[in-house]
């Protein structure tokens, strides 16, 4: 019997990944490093549509901060070919003073299943590549798509 894997619950930012035929392997499926791929372009689109520069946040050397990702994953549920569109619900999973989490769930362009999920952690660096508190306009930025505060 599959798993059956759902979204977790708050506000997410939606955009589309089009599977392109590079993005396949030679039986015509995603192969699985697209994904990552689809992560990071999902993360510039989120930021873009948060009013923030993805140039402004990755590698800002005038403010001396950076926001590389240090943890990827990624689960695959049901085969994706070339030609396809997926739906991409990004969630902010968690956020701390220096790190933020972010989920990735992929739909069929319609229909609500997950075909995929993963996960993309990024923690904020200073020059000497020290960790550093999250920039204050991210943290603003991202408060409406906080995770829901759970109750005991």
Same mark, same amino acid.
């Given at each position: 019997? @599959?798993?059956?894997?759902?979204?977790?619950?708050?506000?997410?930012?939606? *955009?589309?990944? *089009?599977?392109?035929?590079?993005? *396949?392997?030679?039986?015509?499926?995603?192969?699985?490093?697209?994904?990552?791929?689809?992560?990071?372009?999902?993360?510039? $689109?989120?930021?873009?549509?948060?009013?923030?520069?993805?140039? $402004?946040?990755?590698?800002?050397?005038?403010?001396?901060?950076?926001?590389?990702?240090?943890? @990827? %994953?990624? %689960?695959?549920?049901?085969?994706?070919?070339?030609?396809?569109?997926?739906?991409? @619900?990004?969630?902010?999973?968690?956020?701390?003073?220096?790190?933020?989490t972010f989920g990735f769930y992929f739909h069929p362009q319609e229909g609500d299943f997950v075909i995929a999920h993963g996960e993309v952690t990024m923690v904020s660096i200073d020059? %000497?590549?020290? %960790?550093?508190?999250?920039? $204050?306009?991210?943290?603003?930025?991202? @408060?409406?798509?906080?995770?829901?505060?759970?109750?005991?």
């Open positions: 019997m @599959a798993t059956i894997v759902k979204a977790p619950p708050g506000n997410s930012f939606e *955009t589309l990944a *089009t599977i392109h035929l590079g993005d *396949t392997d030679p039986y015509g499926v995603v192969y699985f490093t697209a994904y990552f791929r689809y992560f990071h372009q999902g993360i510039e $689109e989120f930021f873009r549509h948060l009013g923030i520069p993805p140039e $402004e946040i990755f590698r800002n050397k005038e403010k001396g901060f950076g926001l590389p990702i240090v943890h @990827a %994953s990624c %689960s695959f549920h049901r085969p994706v070919r070339y030609g396809e569109t997926l739906r991409m @619900a990004i969630h902010v999973l968690s956020i701390g003073e220096k790190a933020l020059r %000497s590549w020290h %960790s550093r508190n999250l920039p $204050e306009r991210l943290l603003d930025a991202l @408060a409406l798509y906080l995770p829901p505060v759970r109750q005991p």
